[in-house]
């Protein structure tokens, strides 16, 4: 038997809504909220423009601004980027709040619990072993790659300690790709 891998079976971590921001709301406590559609709010103060992302505290349903840019000259915006920012441009919504400066800045983490989902092949090879599998994420969701395997592949997290190679520690958080062999069960 080769050592090498004979199939290579691409895994592709997909977010499937916006996370939930940990973010405590200083009107009733709570400690979610929520974009929901996104929205940015652009306020003109003289030259100086300021940014802020709504957000929604989601027990309360309280507005909360995030500060994206704060003070900063009109003439050192792009037109196309101001003009996302007044179109509440989704893509932008999104890339703003990925962004780990704005999550530092304004406080907050990400909760993604239910925002993603996993898309491997329905179909698994019977002969061919090892098998190798290409993990490509398309948004920075945090998991630990032994959970996410084992959930893949439908075992149990000592199986997949006792049966994988990985080329990152399986027992630490990851938002990047990585790679994995399968090796044969018994």
């Known amino acids: 038997m080769s050592s090498q891998p004979h199939i290579v079976l691409p895994w592709v971590v997909r977010r499937t809504r916006l996370p ?34 709504l957000v929604r505290c989601v027990s309360c349903n309280w507005t909360i601004k995030l500060a994206v840019h704060e003070r900063v000259p009109v003439r050192s915006f792009d037109p196309v980027v101001l003009d996302r920012y007044h179109t509440n441009d989704p893509g932008l919504v999104a890339s703003t709040l990925l962004d780990p400066l704005l999550a530092r800045r304004n406080r907050f983490t990400l909760d993604w619990e239910g925002a993603w989902r996993l898309d491997a092949p329905p179909s698994w090879p019977d002969e061919a072993w090892p098998v190798q599998v290409e993990v490509v994420f398309e948004d920075p969701v945090p998991v630990r790659p032994d959970w996410l395997i084992a959930h893949g592949l439908g075992l149990s997290r000592n199986e997949v300690l006792r049966r994988i190679k990985c080329d990152v520690p399986l027992r630490r958080t990851t938002s990047a790709g990585f790679t994995f062999t399968v090796m044969a069960g018994d």
Do not use: I
């Not at 406590?29 to 802020?52: D, I, M, P, Q, Y």
């Open 20 to 53: 939930l921001l940990a973010l405590r709301c200083v009107h009733c406590g709570s400690e979610s909220a929520t974009t929901g559609k996104g929205r940015f709010r652009v306020n003109a103060n003289g030259k100086l423009l300021h940014v802020w992302l």
